[in-house]
């Protein structure tokens, strides 16, 4: 698992799961449909991203899709880092 | 007014006394009371009830714990013909001193002896709440008229003070002879009493079994939550028919699950009063190798008006969504459509029930409004707003969808809480759920589930998340899932306490 998966995982169990082991939550798993991620969930989501990662995150882009398993938290987070480096 | 009333409870008590003198009316704290001693306790009492001179035309009341002499003195009463009011021992003393004041009770009776409750503190009660015909608020007599009523027992409201139902004698014989032969409740047979006294459950336990000859089990209150006592009340005593909330078997279920201990004597095992979770349905059949089940649904207000026996639980045939069942003869089901009229075919609606034990009802007229209505198109018959809300199936079976107070709003979308218990309930490791909703700037509300897992389960809410994305919409989701292994606070009627859940999860934010 890289740095950044783990993180994002560290982070989700933490704050929305606590009693589950980190390793059981795939990267693949549908976290809005599982209910573990809320619309009010998600702002704390992003918040996060924005504080750990150091990444802006435009209000635009907030479709929830984006967010919806850990593997699209972190194409968003890399592609935004990507971004960031381009500028 | 002993002429208008049939006396029938306390007359064939009496013809059972003087044909089986020595045969066991109760059984209490291990020891059997013939029906001659308990007979002999019941004229102690009514000659106590006469020498008070009581006024003929005013209710009693009886405050009374579970013992052989509360149940001579309500023998008593209904050989008294009066009315008597009979509300939970465990209300508050303010809020029974207003019961018994709106019932107009001429004086409030407690039962005394060896086993019962006699304190000071009763007889404080009892003068404070002294309320002759003249007391403010009174309502006596019902508005369906005084004639022939004999219990008046209390809703278990959650809300406000507990509303008072007056039952007519009619209703409560027709009842029992039903419940009689339903249950082969006969001379030799025990029958065990699980419910506090002043439930209507006691309508069956312990009133047709001592109407009809049978024996009845007494269990303790304060003793109700051990499962060690339970299974030897059940096997020591050979109850063959036991009536009880889910509670029961869940106690039940976990003595087995210690000692391996079984419990072949009952022949009819009734649940009733909330859902039995389908985890513990299954496990009913390696309890009680002998007995038919049932699901019992009545309410107060109208005595049991529906039966459900489940076929085939041995086979493994568990119902993950419960009938609430077959009407029982006499009574009329209509479910009623949010644009009042009745659902025809499959659907969903409110349902509304006539039976032939029901009250005329409340004690207080005024609020009867809403909840008892009479439909000309249907006859003019009188039904009671059950206030449940049911699905009728292709098959013509109901099962309940939840209270109508149930619904809540999420993100706009109305969502029951009980639907989603109901989907955690029917994972395998889940004992039981309290689905909490929380008020939420955001969402108008959001729902918290508290589930308690089987201890050797390992379950988390990542797993219990997956079992239920398949069976509820996005909105029915919990956003917080809270999973323990002790017990979930229960009411004094053995259900979860959904509140009790709500405050303490308050109280834990609140501290942060």
């Not at chain 2, 013909?81 to 004041?101: D, K, M, V």
């Amino acid at each position: 698992m890289d740095e950044t998966t783990a993180k994002i995982k560290a982070f989700i169990v933490e704050e929305f799961m606590p009693d589950v082991p980190v390793e059981d939550l795939e990267d693949d798993y549908d976290l809005l449909t599982g209910g573990v991620v809320d619309s009010l969930g998600l702002l704390k989501v992003v918040a996060w991203l924005e504080d750990e990662f150091d990444i802006g995150v435009d209000d635009s882009e907030l479709g929830p899709d984006s967010f919806r398993t850990v593997a699209a938290i972190k194409a968003y987070v890399d592609q935004a880092r990507d971004g960031a480096h381009a500028e | 007014m002993s002429q208008t009333a049939t006396r029938s409870i306390a007359d064939h008590f009496a013809e059972q006394a003087a044909r089986s003198p020595d045969a066991p009316a109760l059984i209490w704290d291990g020891a059997p009371i013939s029906y001659a001693e308990l007979q002999g306790l019941a004229d102690a009492a009514f000659a106590e009830l006469e020498g008070a001179r009581l006024p003929e035309d005013r209710p009693i009341g009886v405050r009374a714990k579970k013992s052989p002499e509360a149940i001579a003195l309500i023998l008593a009463c209904l050989r008294s013909g009066r009315p008597f009011l009979l509300p939970s021992i465990e209300l508050a003393p303010e809020t029974l001193a207003q019961l018994f004041a709106q019932a107009g009770t001429s004086q409030v009776i407690s039962p005394h002896g060896p086993r019962s409750e006699s304190a000071a503190s009763l007889r404080a009660l009892v003068d404070d709440t002294r309320s002759g015909p003249d007391a403010p608020g009174s309502e006596w007599p019902p508005a369906g008229g005084a004639g022939g009523v004999s219990f008046m027992l209390t809703t278990s409201g959650s809300t406000g003070l507990p509303k008072i139902v007056p039952l007519q004698t009619a209703g409560v014989d027709a009842f029992t002879d039903w419940a009689a032969q339903q249950f082969e409740i006969k001379p030799g047979t025990v029958v065990a009493n699980y419910a506090p006294l002043n439930f209507d459950l006691c309508l069956l336990d312990i009133w047709t079994t001592l109407k009809h000859g049978g024996t009845v089990a007494l269990v303790d209150q304060d003793r109700a939550t051990q499962g060690a006592y339970l299974a030897d009340l059940v096997n020591d005593n050979q109850i063959s028919v036991l009536q009880a909330v889910p509670m029961l078997y869940r106690l039940l279920i976990d003595v087995n699950r210690e000692d391996g201990r079984t419990f072949p004597s009952v022949r009819h095992a009734i649940t009733t009063g909330d859902k039995i979770p389908p985890s513990s349905l299954a496990e009913l059949p390696k309890l009680f190798p002998n007995a038919r089940f049932y699901n019992v649904y009545g309410c107060t207000e109208t005595n049991d008006s529906l039966v459900h026996e489940f076929l085939g639980l041995a086979d493994g045939n568990v119902p993950t969504n419960i009938p609430v069942g077959q009407p029982i003869p006499g009574v009329v089901v209509r479910v009623q459509q949010d644009d009042g009229s009745a659902l025809e075919g499959t659907g969903t609606g409110e349902f509304m029930v006539w039976t032939p034990f029901q009250t005329r009802g409340y004690l207080k007229s005024s609020l009867n409004e809403g909840k008892f209505v009479t439909l000309d198109d249907d006859g003019g018959r009188t039904y009671y707003k059950s206030g449940d809300i049911v699905r009728r199936h292709e098959d013509g079976t109901l099962t309940l969808e939840g209270r109508a107070d149930f619904y809540v709003k999420v993100r706009g979308v109305r969502v029951s809480t009980q639907v989603v218990e109901q989907a955690i309930q029917e994972h395998p490791a889940v004992v039981e759920v309290a689905v909490i909703a929380v008020p939420d700037d955001l969402a108008g509300a959001r729902l918290h589930a508290r589930v308690r897992r089987e201890p050797d389960a390992k379950l988390n809410s990542l797993q219990l998340r997956q079992h239920c994305a398949t069976r509820l919409a996005r909105t029915e989701m919990p956003s917080t899932i809270d999973i323990v292994t002790e017990p979930l606070p229960k009411t004094s009627t053995g259900k979860v306490d959904r509140k009790a859940v709500a405050a303490e999860l308050e109280r834990s934010r609140a501290h942060g």
